[in-house]
C-alpha cells in the first residue's frame, strides 16, 4: 500500500538511475590493425575484440594480457581489458586498467568515459562525474557522456545540472530516450510533473519497450490521483516486464484507489510471489484490499499476523503504515465501516512502536510536581503538590514527613475477576494480599474520598503487624482498559483524608499516547489543565 503512495511507486525510480540504466553501453575500440607477424601486439590485440564480440570474456582478456605483454604502453589494450573486465563484473579490475589507459595516453577521452562508468557502479559519483567532465573537456560529443553525467549528477541532487547535461545529450541526439527519462526525474525532483510527464511520453514513444519509464508515469500519475491511468501503466510494464514483483504492487496500489478490489487482490498476490523480501509492505495492499472486498476475516487475519512487523524502509511498522493508509482513503473518499475495528485492533500496537516511558515521570511546576504514568494508549496524570514533596524514586514520594505514595500499575490480568465491578475486583484482590502478610486488615470504602467518580475507587486500610504500630494506607485505584492505575498513601498518622481527597481531585485518565515532550512544552506555557 501507498506507504505513502511515492514509497512503494517510486523504487522505480532506482531502475531509471541504475547504472545499468543510466550508464551507455561501453564503446568498444573496433579498429583491426592486421599484421603477418604472430608476436605483434596489434594481433592479440585484434582477437581480444573478436573474442570480446562473440561473449568469451576470459579468452579476450588472455589476448589484450599477451598484447600488453609485448607493449606495456599499448594504452587500447588497457582500454579493451577493461572494458572486458567490467562486463565480468570486475569494476575495480575494470579502473584500474582504464587508469592505465589514460597514463600512457592522457587524452583517451574514451578511457575517461569508461572509468566513469565503473566509478558509477562502485558508488564513486564524484569520480564519475569527474571522469566524464574529462572525457568532454577533451572534445566528445559523444551523447552518452552527457546523459551519464546528468545521471550522477542526478543522484547527487543536483537537478538543475542534470537538466542542462540531459538537454546537451538530447541536442546531439534528439532520439535519445534514456536522456528524456532522467531528465524526466530530474524535473519531477525540481516540482516540474507536467513537464516529467512530457519527457516520460517522448521516452516511450522512442523505447516503448521501457518498462520503468512506464512504471515512472504510473507513479507520477498516481500522485496526481489519475489512478486510471496509472494503472494503465503499470499493466503496461507488467506486460514487458511481467517477473517484477515491484510492478505488481504498485498496480495493486492503484486498483485500491481505483475501487477495484477484486483486481488489487490478484495483483497484491502476485506481488508475493515474485517479491516474498518485500512481504509486509505487499501485504498491506493485500489486506486493504480483502477489507474492502467484504472479506473482512481474511483481512483480519492479514492485519493481525503482522502488526508488530517493520516495514523494509525500518521507518514504520505495519500497523502505522495501515493507520495511514486508512487516511489517504478517507481523504480519497473511500471508506469502509469495517476500518474502525481495523483500528482498534491495532491501535495499541502503533503505539508501541514508539513506546510510552516504562516508568512515571515527573515535572516541576510551581506548586509541586506533575506525574505522567503511561500504559499503551493511554496515561495517568496527577498532582504532587507542596514544598515538602520529595521524589525518591519514579515509584515511590514522600508528600510529607511520614506520609509516602506507592505508585503502580496492575493488570486485570493479574487480579481474579470475579466481581464484574474491575475497581471492586482489584480492591478485593489488594485486601487479600495484605491478609497474607500481615496479623489482621480492617477494610472501609471511602466513597466520600472519591467524589463520587465511577472511574476511581478509594478504599481505607488499617493494617497490623505484632511488633509495629499500624499503619492507615488509602489505596486509589484508577480504571484503564487493559488494568488498574494504584496510588497507595500511607501513614502511622490517624486522618489524612485532606490530603487523599486533595490528591484524587487531581487524577485524570488520558486516553491517548504520552507525549513527554507536548506535555511539557504545554505546562511551560501555562496549560496545565486537560
Known amino acids: 500500500m501507498r506507504l505513502n503512495i511515492s514509497a512503494i511507486l517510486s523504487a522505480s525510480i532506482l531502475l531509471l538511475l541504475s547504472p545499468a540504466f543510466a550508464a551507455t553501453p561501453l564503446p568498444r575500440d573496433s579498429v583491426y590493425i592486421r599484421v603477418d607477424n604472430p608476436k605483434d601486439a596489434g594481433a592479440y590485440y585484434n582477437r581480444g575484440i573478436a573474442k570480446s564480440d562473440k561473449g568469451d570474456l576470459d579468452g579476450a582478456i588472455a589476448d589484450y594480457d599477451r598484447a600488453i605483454e609485448l607493449n606495456p604502453k599499448y594504452a587500447r589494450a588497457y582500454n579493451s581489458r577493461g572494458n572486458a ?64 553525467r546528468g545521471a550522477e549528477k542526478l543522484k547527487k541532487g543536483d537537478f538543475d ?47 516503448p519497450k521501457d518498462a520503468s519509464a512506464y512504471d515512472f508515469r504510473g507513479e507520477i500519475e498516481a500522485r496526481k490521483k489519475q489512478y486510471a491511468a496509472a494503472a494503465k501503466d503499470e499493466q503496461k510494464a507488467i506486460e514487458l516486464d511481467p517477473k517484477d514483483g515491484r510492478l505488481y504492487s504498485n498496480l495493486g496500489l492503484c486498483e485500491l484507489f481505483n475501487r477495484k478490489p477484486r483486481e488489487a487482490i490478484t495483483a497484491s498476490l502476485k506481488a508475493l510471489e515474485l517479491s516474498p523480501d518485500n512481504a509486509v509492505a505487499i501485504k498491506t495492499n493485500l489486506a486493504h484490499a480483502y477489507l474492502f472486498n467484504n472479506q473482512f476475516g481474511k483481512a483480519k487475519a492479514i492485519y493481525l499476523e503482522n502488526k ?90 514522600l508528600l510529607a514527613p511520614r506520609v509516602g505514595l506507592l505508585v503502580d500499575y496492575v493488570s486485570k490480568n493479574e487480579f481474579a475477576g470475579g466481581d464484574s465491578n474491575l475497581l471492586e475486583s482489584h480492591s478485593k484482590w489488594v485486601v487479600d494480599y495484605w491478609r497474607k502478610h500481615a496479623d489482621s486488615v480492617e477494610r472501609k470504602s471511602r466513597d466520600d474520598l472519591s467524589e463520587k467518580r465511577k472511574d476511581l475507587k478509594v478504599t481505607e486500610l488499617t493494617i497490623k503487624g505484632k511488633d509495629n504500630p499500624p499503619i492507615k494506607m488509602h489505596v486509589i485505584g484508577l480504571a484503564s482498559a487493559d488494568g488498574v492505575f494504584v496510588f497507595s498513601i500511607s501513614s502511622p498518622e490517624t486522618n489524612i483524608d485532606s490530603m487523599v481527597r486533595e490528591f484524587v481531585a487531581t487524577l485524570k485518565l488520558v486516553h491517548e499516547k504520552l507525549d513527554v515532550k507536548k506535555e511539557t512544552l504545554r505546562i511551560k506555557q501555562g496549560g496545565d489543565e486537560r
Not at 572509468?115 to 569527474?130: N, Q, T
Not at 545529450?169 to 510533473?193: C, V
Open 161 to 207: 545540472g542534470a537538466i542542462t547535461d540531459c538537454n546537451r545529450a538530447i541536442e546531439l541526439d534528439p532520439e535519445y530516450a534514456n536522456a528524456y527519462a532522467i531528465r524526466a526525474y530530474a524535473k519531477d525532483k525540481t516540482g516540474d510533473s507536467d513537464g516529467a510527464m512530457a519527457d516520460l511520453g517522448r521516452a516511450i514513444k522512442l523505447n
Open 85 to 148: 573486465k567490467d562486463d565480468k563484473g570486475d569494476s575495480d579490475g575494470a579502473i584500474a586498467d582504464y587508469t592505465q589507459a589514460i597514463k600512457f595516453d592522457p587524452k583517451y577521452a574514451i578511457a575517461y568515459y569508461n572509468r566513469g562508468i565503473a566509478k558509477a557502479k562502485r558508488g564513486d559519483l564524484d569520480g564519475a562525474v569527474a571522469d566524464y567532465t574529462r572525457a568532454i573537456e577533451l572534445g566528445s560529443t559523444n551523447p552518452a557522456a552527457y546523459n551519464n
Open 308 to 397: 508488530d512487523a517493520k516495514l523494509r524502509d525500518g521507518k514504520r511498522t505495519f500497523s502505522q503504515a495501515v493507520l495511514d493508509d486508512f487516511k489517504e482513503f478517507q481523504d480519497a473518499g473511500i471508506t469502509h465501516p469495517d476500518t474502525e475495528k481495523i483500528k482498534a485492533l491495532l491501535s495499541s500496537q502503533v503505539f508501541a512502536a514508539t513506546p510510552p516511558p516504562p516508568d512515571p515521570i515527573y515535572i516541576r511546576v510551581d506548586n509541586g510536581w506533575k506525574g505522567f504514568y503511561a500504559k499503551n494508549d493511554q496515561f495517568v496524570q496527577y498532582l504532587l503538590s507542596g514544598s515538602e514533596v520529595k521524589l525518591q524514586d519514579p515509584y515511590h514520594i
